[in-house]
């Protein structure tokens, strides 16, 4: 957000492997690995939860992942070919896998699901709306057509877990759909129980994974709804290592954990960051004039101070991290709180009647509303003070998460304070744009930028392999968001 858009993000070691460490508890012959995780498992449902198929993707791995370098490459595929005209891909799965019950994962599995994840999904619009056909041929492979170039496809089906098509073809009411026992997989573990009540999901061993085998005998999975009795846990050693999807270690417990002695840390620039957004359908946040005095009101070096303690750079205008390819310098953003006032009377926001409320260009009050989920009340109480010290009124609705989502997608709101995943800045055509773009759908994607420029760098990006072409609309990207501010890192 607003602060720091090149957050540091600190790792313990102990989570660079699940499958192949040795520092576990011993439960007479069991090694058990027990994660502690503040992401709070809602449903027993392992498409639709917000965080169970974050998880699952040890029990049900998707087609393909990225590696320790960054590039994608085949998981439950282990072959993966595309067209010269990027419009037709081809994955041959790992014939070697096996669902827990005992069942050879088949071409017929895949395709179920990515049929399943089109029709179902709503946050997956963009593969319903692109696939033209999906076909299986020899050996072992699954085809996929698009109706137009797509050059992401292998990292985009990453993130979307293998579904058993003997189980899920049998439910009838997907999104309703829960199973607090046995969850059937095919990785080296599967799901054996999701306890909602006790807060811990149960992985074991698949008695039929024909990989390398794993060291340790079962995963336990503790969920905490506070992230300092969860810190608490982890320096008492309660649970082995921390999760929290493309979020840091809670800075303020930082010191207290390196003071146990029993963790290394690494530090490291996030892909990911917080940001104010704007809903650029509504007055006057549609104006540039008023985003860019905006900019300068928001105190990027007490946010460094207060919220980050220190972990993190001030951001620059053009929205990427610096931790991301084919990043440029854009201007660094300025905390001036008197050209911010400055920029806000030149563009016509006056405070007329002088009762330190300043008017938008049809002479009404500006009265803004800030919806704020959980999570963000404290950078969203920052940004409140920062813009009524310049005549902005904010109004802050606290919400949950669906209903935030909802208000988003009806846009009903001014601004709001939210942020993206390391994952959502390289999805779409990368360098945020899937969090901009307004043909997009998805639970954190905004779609507020209907630009056509901005849409044409984005299908550029969609539907070229070059590494010069990506490399030069990656620049026009970043340039596009300093010159327009669609949203302040």
Known sequence: MIHNQKKFSIFILAVLSLFFLMSFDLYGEEVILRIGSP???????????????????ISNPPLTKMNSEGQIVGQSAKLIEVSSDNTTWAFRLDDSLYWSDGQKVTPQDVKFTIEFIAQNVPWAGWLKEGLQDISIEEPNTVVLKFNKPHTQINRDLSSYNLLPKHIWEKVESPQDYSNPGENIGCGPFYIKKIDLNAGIITMEKNPYWKGQAPQISKIEIHLYNNIDVLSLALEKGDVDTYYRYASSYPYQNLERLKKTGRFDFVEKLNIGLYFLAFNLKRTPMSDFKFREAISYAINYPEILKLDTLGYGIIPTRGF?????????????????????????????????????????????????????????????ELIKYYLEEVGIKISMKNVDESTWIALKDQYEYDITVTRSSPWGMMVHGSWG????????????????????????????????????????LAHSVQHYYAETLPAIA
Do not use: C, Q, W
């Open 320 to 380: 990427v991290p610096s931790s991301m390819d084919h990043f440029i310098e854009t201007e660094l953003l300025t905390y001036d709180l008197e050209k911010a006032k400055s920029l806000l009377e030149e563009a016509g926001y006056v405070d007329s009647d002088k009762d330190g409320i300043r008017e938008d260009l049809s002479g009404e009050d500006i009265f803004l509303t800030m919806i704020v989920e959980p999570d963000y009340v404290r950078r969203s």
């Open 39 to 57: 992401n709070m498992v809602g449903t027993a449902n392992l498409v639709f939860d917000d965080y169970l198929p974050i998880f699952a993707h």
């Open 433 to 472: 744009t899937a969090y901009f773009d307004s043909r997009r759908t998805g639970e954190g994607v905004l779609h507020i930028v209907d630009d056509p420029i901005f849409l044409e760098l984005v299908d550029g990006l969609l539907s070229t392999t070059d590494p010069e072409k990506i490399k030069e």
